[in-house]
């Protein structure tokens, strides 16, 4: 049996375009055009960006890895910690949030104003300074972040990086991660907020345990609404990694500062820094894309 449906003839993009959509356009080309003309004729920069590329790729001494993708994969480590600390220290601050117990709801609720109305940088400072320097050694792990003399084998290194930087890893994860539990403790709570109260007396007529209806019932449609701004948040989290380069952790804007210092490539390098976030934010972006379209065919089974 043949079918009667006839695919309609796709469009081109161009022919899609308003007469809004065109204005918009010859203004953006019309702003890229004379930021070019003022910098061919205003900005007196010798542009080398061969000698740029070959610095970037340009190996240690020892032949270890360049120190350019060196501070990549420690942005990506401090990333992929940071968000997994993060992620699971905010549901819990969110859920505590809605709790009926004050002991729970009062200090969650404290510490995410008290992050969300402190600036980034003046928490780093906060934290490393005050804090870091006494949580090591009360929780017991001075002798593993500071005085760690065994060898590490390269899964270790990948993880957690050089032992002798550990502390400043350590440091570095818990205090992008603390700040953004605060924002993500919030999208979890209005995420959840926001599913009707019809699902929640549907859940409770069927006798469900309050676990259980947390788990088939409400999250599964919270997360739906939850992840377009955890993905924002945890693309942030990429980006505000950078701030934690102040208090001497080598990753991607440190070293991409020492290196545009000691060579005088200031735009090149700095320009294959943003780059660099770029492709992990981007990479995020798309991964998250991924999970809110699997989240949608699940609720529309």
Not at 175 to 204: F, H, M, P, T
Not at 207 to 233: C, E, M, N, S
């Amino acid at each position: 049996m043949q079918s009667n449906h006839i695919q309609a003839p796709r469009v081109p993009v161009w022919k899609k375009l308003n007469k809004l959509d065109i204005t918009l356009l010859a203004l953006l080309g019309a702003f890229f055009a004379w930021i070019a003309y003022r910098s061919s004729i205003g900005i007196h920069y010798q542009w080398d960006w061969p000698r740029a590329v070959e610095l970037i790729f340009t190996s240690g001494k020892s032949g270890e890895l360049p120190y350019f993708f060196q501070g990549f994969i420690a942005t990506l480590r401090l990333s992929l910690w940071g968000i997994l600390f993060a992620g699971i220290l905010g549901l819990l601050l969110g859920l505590a949030r809605r709790s009926s117990f004050t002991l729970l709801r009062l200090p969650a609720q404290a510490y995410i104003q008290l992050v969300r109305n402190i600036p980034p940088l003046v928490f780093v400072f906060i934290f490393y300074f005050f804090i870091s320097s006494q949580l090591v050694p009360a929780i017991g792990l001075a002798d593993v972040l500071r005085h760690h003399d065994g060898d590490i084998n390269a899964f270790q290194a990948f993880l957690f990086g050089p032992a002798a930087l550990w502390e400043n890893v350590f440091s570095g994860v818990l205090c992008v991660g603390l700040i953004s539990a605060a924002y993500i403790a919030e999208i979890v709570r209005s995420g959840i907020d926001n599913i009707a109260k019809g699902q929640w007396e549907a859940a409770n007529s069927l006798g469900l345990t309050g676990w259980d209806r947390f788990r088939y019932v409400i999250f599964p449609q919270a997360l739906t609404g939850i992840v377009p701004p955890l993905a924002g948040q945890f693309i942030s989290l990429v980006k505000d990694s950078s701030i934690i380069s102040l208090i001497s952790i080598q990753e991607l804007t440190f070293v991409g500062s020492e290196m545009a210092n000691s060579s005088g490539l200031i735009f090149e390098i700095w320009l294959l820094v943003g780059a660099g976030y770029l492709v992990l934010c981007l990479g995020l972006s798309i991964l998250f894309s991924h999970l809110e379209a699997r989240s949608q065919r699940h609720l529309q089974r």
